[in-house]
């Protein structure tokens, strides 16, 4: 059973920078896929960004150039890099780590919201 942590949510200023990194544990071996979505208040979960193990990114098109999706720790971590948040970036994050063989499975992570300061 894969389990993803979170870290990195918190406030932050219009403008302002923050960087999300989420590891998952527990049969990763499976695991080619990982990436960020994103729920708005009364929006559906709409992604963000996904990493292969390849290092192959894609990004929403809302986020390109702001946004830089990474992967370390043996492709175990994945960070989301977030430059120049705007509102309509605000909104619970939640990481995601997809198996590209066996039971090819989609895990979700419990969570981090971004909101900003005011």
């Known amino acids: 059973q894969v389990q993803l942590e979170e870290s990195g949510g918190g406030f932050v200023e219009p403008g302002g920078s923050l960087t999300l990194s989420c590891t998952a544990s527990?049969?990763?071996?499976?695991?080619?896929?990982m990436g960020w979505h994103r729920q708005g208040p009364g929006k559906e979960r709409e992604l963000v960004a996904n990493i292969l193990n390849s290092g192959e990114a894609k990004y929403a098109d809302s986020v390109k150039g702001r946004f830089t999706i990474s992967s370390r720790n043996a492709k175990n971590t994945v960070d989301l890099q977030m430059t120049d948040i705007q509102n309509d970036n605000k909104g619970v994050y939640y990481c995601t780590a997809s198996q590209v063989w066996g039971a090819r499975r989609k895990y979700w992570g419990q969570g981090t919201l971004v909101n900003d300061s005011l």
């Open positions: 527990g049969g990763t071996a499976s695991i080619g896929l």
